[in-house]
């Protein structure tokens, strides 16, 4: 999987139901990093430029302006963060045509398609009529008032073409394959998202399942085409396998049955028999493929009232057994280089287990990375101070990726086991994870 930029905390909460939160762990070719420091003497234009940029992609205005918005209730929300996320995508684009030659334009390009920077297009006036509806509508259903809102098509549209432009130009320029890939896969991203906002509104009745299941996998089949086209057409390079793979893990949150079916159809059609079965991108898309197939299965017949049964051998040589820490409190987590709140959780976690070893708890880290993220994840656990067994999950040496032999579909995402080495809680983190540790541990009150 590819890295994320990294964005300092906003001051307006994003609502419950948004699915902005999931999305910020979709936006690719950004490097994870910490908040810039550097008192450098801005001197051109283009460096003027950038600033303004990188500040509209972390400032979300003054917390009167926040609390003003709340005050006008969900719309005013909304308006709030769409005129955010307009200027963003605005800066994004005009220092894309204004600095062809600068080295930052590639990064211009990857932060116009970042999700934090993708509009609402809330339309400037809406009918009194409507804005009372909206206005009536509970928080509980929220996925009405997302049906209901209306949106500026010229805008849209504008928008629309405004990347496809920005695209087109990398795509029909004589650049890097590399370069070319990463830009065709912006665009991919892109409809994903979009149809995913069409898609999270939508209300589903168990009882129609196999309506909605038939539904599904037709109304995604146009991603999963461009993702074949996608894996074809750059086929030598690995990390086509990377690009399917962002795509169906995010897409399993929302509509499991499509994300299973496509899985199955690429394990299916990157065989032997593929015309390019021998280029190193098929090859490791029917890898991971075959892993994901596997997992699916797997999943059917797992029971999690059962102690888990997990065994590995560490990034460095530690040999891990969960059978052999019976008698233990046992945290697992599974992170990504590209998760900057499993990053941000690990000095926390890294204070109770020093606190807590000597009792009896345990940590182990299952790194949702391949063999090239090793150094920037010795980096981070030195500077976090995470000093506990890792197991690389997508690396040479692991046979199977256990974030897909569990279905963790999410980042963070941490389990807690108790001394049977039974599952008691699922996102053991913040806040919440010292009480259980005591908990589980049988520690007496403080």
């Not at 690429?266 to 593929?274: A, L, N």
Request: proline share 4%.
């Amino acid at each position: 999987m590819n890295t994320i930029k990294k964005f300092k905390g906003t001051t307006l909460p994003r609502l419950k139901n948004s699915i902005l939160p999931l999305l910020v762990f979709f936006t690719i070719n950004m490097q994870a990093q910490e908040p810039n420091t550097n008192t450098t003497v801005i001197e051109t234009q283009a460096d003027i430029d950038w600033k303004a940029l990188e500040d509209a992609m972390t400032y979300l205005g003054s917390a009167e302006e926040a609390q003003r918005a709340r005050e006008g209730g969900v719309l005013e929300i909304r308006r709030y963060e769409d005129g955010f996320l307009r200027k963003r995508a605005r800066l994004a684009a005009a220092f894309w045509n204004n600095y062809p030659q600068d080295e930052r334009r590639d990064r211009a390009l990857g932060l116009f398609f970042n999700a934090y920077a993708e509009p609402y297009f809330v339309p400037k006036t809406i009918p009194d009529s409507l804005v009372q509806l909206l206005a009536s509508i509970p928080p509980k259903d929220f996925k009405r008032f997302l049906r209901l809102l209306p949106v500026d098509t010229v805008a849209w549209e504008q928008w629309r073409k405004t990347g496809d432009a920005m695209a087109e130009s990398v795509l029909a320029s004589n650049t890097s394959l590399k370069r070319k890939e990463g830009a065709e896969f912006q665009l991919i991203s892109r409809e994903f998202r979009q149809a995913l906002r069409l898609y999270s509104p939508l209300e589903k009745e168990k009882l129609e399942a196999d309506y909605w299941n038939r539904f599904d996998q037709q109304y995604w089949q146009h991603i999963r085409l461009r993702l074949e086209h996608h894996a074809n057409k750059y086929a030598s390079m690995e990390i086509v396998s990377d690009r399917v793979q962002n795509i169906l893990t995010l897409l399993k949150n929302f509509s499991p049955v499509a994300a299973d079916a496509y899985w199955k159809y690429f394990f299916e059609i990157t065989s032997s028999d593929h015309p390019q079965a021998d280029q190193k991108g098929i090859k490791v898309l029917h890898k991971v493929a075959a892993e994901n197939v596997e997992a699916i299965e797997t999943l059917k017949g797992v029971d999690y009232t059962k102690p888990l049964e997990m065994a590995f051998t560490a990034m460095d040589g530690t040999k891990v057994d969960l059978a052999k820490m019976r008698g233990k409190v046992v945290l697992i987590d599974f992170w990504a280089t590209y998760c900057a709140p499993c990053i941000k959780e690990m000095p926390h976690v890294r204070s109770l287990y020093d606190k807590y070893r000597n009792q009896g708890f345990e940590v182990i880290g299952i790194a949702a990375d391949n063999d090239a993220a090793k150094d920037r994840i010795e980096g981070i656990l030195k500077k976090t101070g995470a000093n506990w067994p890792q197991r690389l999950d997508q690396g040479s040496d692991a046979s199977v990726s256990l974030h897909a032999l569990y279905g963790i579909t999410s980042l963070p995402t941490v389990w807690l086991l108790n001394k049977e080495g039974i599952i008691v809680d699922r996102d053991a983190r913040g806040e919440r994870l010292e009480p259980l540790i005591r908990k589980y541990l049988e520690l007496e009150e403080k």
